[in-house]
């Protein structure tokens, strides 16, 4: 079992920037890969960026140049820095750990997220 806690999120103007954190908690030896999702209202949960053990880093074509996911292993923190916020990157953000190769699967832990709103 892992627990996920997710902080950092809240309101700024576009360009600002945001720091969110995710902090893990169990049997975190065995995760793989961790990875920030996104949803917006109206629309599905979508991958923002993710980064498995060995630091492979892949970043939805949307946030690549803005985004930059990090870890802190001696903390179990994953963080995603986002600058240059638009009003679309409005969405609650969701930290998410698999012991699989890759996040996406059936088995991913999930945290409970955190609303990150842009104003314009």
């Known amino acids: 079992q892992v627990q996920l806690v997710e902080s950092g999120g809240g309101l700024v103007q576009a360009g600002g920037s945001l720091r969110l954190s995710c902090v893990a908690s169990?049997?975190?030896?065995?995760?793989?890969?961790m990875g920030w999702y996104r949803q917006a209202p109206g629309k599905q949960r979508e991958l923002v960026a993710s980064?498995?053990?060995?630091?492979?880093?892949n970043y939805a074509d949307s946030v690549k140049g803005r985004f930059t996911i990090s870890r802190d292993n001696a903390k179990s923190t994953l963080y995603l820095q986002m600058n240059s916020l638009k009003p679309e990157d409005t969405a609650v953000y969701y930290c998410?750990?698999?012991?699989?190769?890759?996040?996406?699967?059936?088995?991913?832990?999930w945290g409970q997220g955190t609303q990150v709103t842009v104003s314009s």
């Open positions: 169990g049997t975190i030896r065995e995760i793989h890969a």
């Open positions: 998410s750990a698999a012991f699989g190769m890759v996040v996406g699967g059936p088995g991913d832990y």
């Open positions: 980064m498995n053990r060995p630091g492979d880093t």
